[in-house]
């Protein structure tokens, strides 16, 4: 039965490999003692010389399960610790990471001895691989791969030169062994657990930091997981151990708070993850608050930043580890470090990644809304003025939350805020015909914060500013030429991608990427690439103003003061709908029956009903269009707005309007409220 056991934990298979372990597992639980020795020499065969690397590997898993067991004898444990360093440095990485797990099987039953005796074999490992420029290529087909891509890099049109992809391939190319090493020494930690706290020293220390300061981002991220193993061993159980003297966390805390808090930033997702790891285990390993407080400068404004990253996994996990660190008293944290949360803030606004840029500007929008006013009014005016640069941003979704941040300033520090104005209504009433929907929904509210703050002296430039692009919409073209009207400028998604999906020239022979991963980097200001092709921005065409000004009534006709203002426009909306001479008209319908029920719940029934009838053909020809979202869109709009005014009420508007448009009021039996 052992035979054929481990024939299968030998396998070419990998399937077959996993089953074998599993059943190499049981078969231990169920032997004597006595028995184990003669497993052990079975295992021990796997490792001549002349055998394949599958059976090097299903020896060294063995060997862990046998260690682990914790009836394995002792001269079987010092030959896998020899057959363990020997494996470190295999072609295969397979057998690299196994011979890594053994060697932290050993630790778990022997303690810090294991890595004590083979402590100059690892971290000579680690740092023989740290440098590219000192590996031996260790094949002739590993060697012809590498030069096959750099040669793919240096003739990619994005790159200027062979400098360029050199770093490109450094950046982001596999490391040989060192991750291997790097994990390791990770399992060495994870198995000696508190009991390796006397094995931290300055020279453990440096190669790891070195390992964070590397170029290749694969290099740090998996640094930053070993930190997070290292970090962890601070904690013995709930036992308080004596900070200076046992902890080395602590110890040596500021090293690794400065190490976090690089990671934290780092313009990688993945590597920006693995510190967000690192970072909670730090915390959590500190037994006392004065303990952590050491560190919350540091950390608590990247920490902060991070909840609004546009990764999902990163800002996931940074929301929890925000719970779990703060317990509720995340407020008053922000508020303690107030100074340098803003500091950092402002410089994340300046950060060449542009996903940083676009969640700073939504923490900015927090700590106007969240925050006592009394700890942000002092940098107020050195926020605006972050928030004013990145409103002029090549990316479009840092423009929309420049443009939420500034509203939400407007409205809580309307003194502060208002020699900012006359640099901020340009830039409202820009976002506001922007070419994505959702930047002009956004500048729309922001404008009515603006309204509802400077309330009269505001009311008339907005009015105007309204009207103008309702009635501006009779000047749209009929048609728009494929790219004559285009220039270079950030990324426009729904314009660009509907112009240039099937165009067969721009997508043929084509140098392809790894989502942005080789991509040349969206740097602030550049005309760059990442995932997105941001080099063709479309500009603004009449509709698009009054499709933003559609956005901007509904949010008006909140405001009491602007409601029989905001009823006298309803002519010139219902007027603008009625022109259908241009390709876009039905996405301009789309907006108007999503926003009509809206408007309609906001003015009431005594302002919205005598201009009823005015918006039926515009409805009704929307359910009957070919674009599916407008269809949709106008039938809802009818079922909402027979949930406000009454079924019958309508029903009767309907047919003393048009008879003919019954029935297609019949086929909306759903009514939905308000």
Known sequence: MADQIIRELCSSQKLERDRGFHS????????????????EQDVSKLFIEDSSWEKKHGGLMAAKALLTCGKS???????????????LDNNEFRVRIAAGE??????????????????????????????????????????????????????????????????????????????????????????CGHLFNDCVDQELLNLIFQALDHTNRFVRETGYYVCASLVSIGVKGKETLSLEEENAVYRHGDQFAKYMAKGLADNWSQVRL???????????????????????????????????????????????????VTDGDGKHLVEKYIDYVVSYYIEATGADNHAVREAACACIAELGSKIDRKFVRPFVPQLL???????????????????????????????????????????????????????????ALAIANVAQVYGQESHEEI???????????????????????????????????????????LHTDK?????????????????????????????????????????????????????????????????????????????????LCKQLPNIAKNLGKRYFKPHLEEFFDSIFYSITCDNALTASAASQCLNRLSGFLGPSILRGRVEQYNPRYMEMLNANQFIAPL
């Open 511 to 591: 140098q392809m990427y790894s989502c942005g991963s080789l991509a040349p980097k969206m740097l602030r200001g550049s005309r760059g690439g990442g995932c997105m092709d941001h080099q063709f921005r479309k500009p603004s065409e009449p509709w698009e103003l009054a499709d933003g000004c559609i956005h901007l009534i509904a949010e008006l006709s909140h405001n009491p003061e602007l409601i029989p203002t905001v009823s006298d426009l309803l002519p010139s909306l219902a007027k603008s709908a009625s022109l259908h001479h241009y390709n876009h008209h039905v996405n301009y319908l789309e907006t």
């Open 385 to 443: 003025e972050a928030l004013l640069i990145c409103f002029n941003d090549d990316s479009w979704p840092v423009r929309d939350a420049a443009c939420v941040a500034c509203g939400n300033f407007v409205l809580c520090f309307p003194e502060e805020s208002r020699s900012s104005m006359p640099a901020l209504y340009p830039l409202f009433y820009s976002n506001l015909q922007d070419n994505i929907p959702s930047v002009r929904q956004g500048a």
């Open 274 to 324: 693995a510190s967000s790891v690192a970072t909670r285990k730090f915390l959590q390993s500190l037994p006392t608050e004065e303990a952590k407080a050491k560190f919350y400068p540091t950390l608590i404004p990247r920490m902060c930043l991070n909840r609004y990253y546009v990764a999902e996994g990163v800002r996931i996990y940074s929301q929890d580890t925000w719970r779990m």
């Open 463 to 505: 009015l105007k500013k309204v009207k103008e692009g309702i009635e501006g919409i009779k000047n749209q073209p009929e048609t728009t030429e494929k790219y004559s009207d285009l220039d270079k400028g950030p990324a426009t998604y729904s314009v660009v991608k509907k112009l240039r999906d099937n165009d067969m020239d």
């Open 102 to 191: 053994t060697l932290g099987a050993l630790c778990k039953i022997v303690g810090p001895a294991v890595y004590e005796n083979s402590k100059s074999a690892i971290l000579e490992g680690i740092r023989s691989n740290l440098e590219r420029e000192r590996l031996s290529v260790s094949s002739q087909q590993e060697q012809e791969e590498t030069e096959k891509l750099m040669e793919k890099l240096s003739s990619s049109p994005a790159r200027k030169s062979s400098v360029d992809a050199e770093q490109i391939f450094h950046d982001t190319a596999g490391w040989k062994s060192l991750e291997t090493w790097m994990k390791c020494l990770q399992s060495i930690v994870d198995n």
């Open 73 to 87: 004898s002792d001269d079987f444990a010092v030959d896998m610790r020899s057959q363990a360093l020997k494996y």
């Open 24 to 39: 190499f597992v049981k078969h231990i639980d169920s032997l004597e003692s006595e028995d184990v020795n003669s497993l």
